[in-house]
């Protein structure tokens, strides 16, 4: 059953290295919650209580605009496959962009940052399991390739183009704070 931890286990940390999708939850002050999944090996643990994700461009940044209203975020990991598991990681995050200085450390953790809109890091301050046993199995194929020959195709222009038109603003007309824009 569920247990409760304030840093991470090295068997957790293995956990989620093998894990090929990940969910986060973040919330403004009023408004929608967003719940997102997320793939692309964009995720990294720092330590025992830090975590980076890659965030690519994607239809909405809705995660950017709730950290500007409240910081705190949830994201899960769920063994599909092997012995089951949920693994929730509860803190306070932040969004990095490339102008900041820790950017380029950040952003050299990852293989691949074409489409790269921000780096989230979060301070993670509870790490909750529960069984997970409810949860079907379903076999891991490969990633998909769609959102990295959009990425191609538009380039790095069309990428930010694409931002100014559809990630300035989140679902509830909320600022995301996007940078890069023109």
Known sequence: MGRKWESLTDDQIEFIKNQ??????????????????????????????KIIWLNYTGSGNETAAHL?????????FCSFDKKPLILRLYGNASAVYSDDTNWTNLISMFSDDQGARQIFEMNVDLIKTSCGESIPFYNYVAEREDLKVWYREKGSKGIRDY??????????????GIRGVD
């Open 163 to 176: 931002w100014q038109a559809k990630n300035t603003l989140s679902l509830d007309g909320k600022p995301t």
């Open 68 to 76: 500007l209203e409240d910081s705190r975020m949830t994201v899960m």
């Open 20 to 49: 090929n999708i990940f969910f986060v939850s973040t919330a403004p002050l009023s408004g929608r919650i967003n719940l997102s999944p997320k793939g692309m090996d964009s995720f990294r643990v720092i330590n025992q209580n």
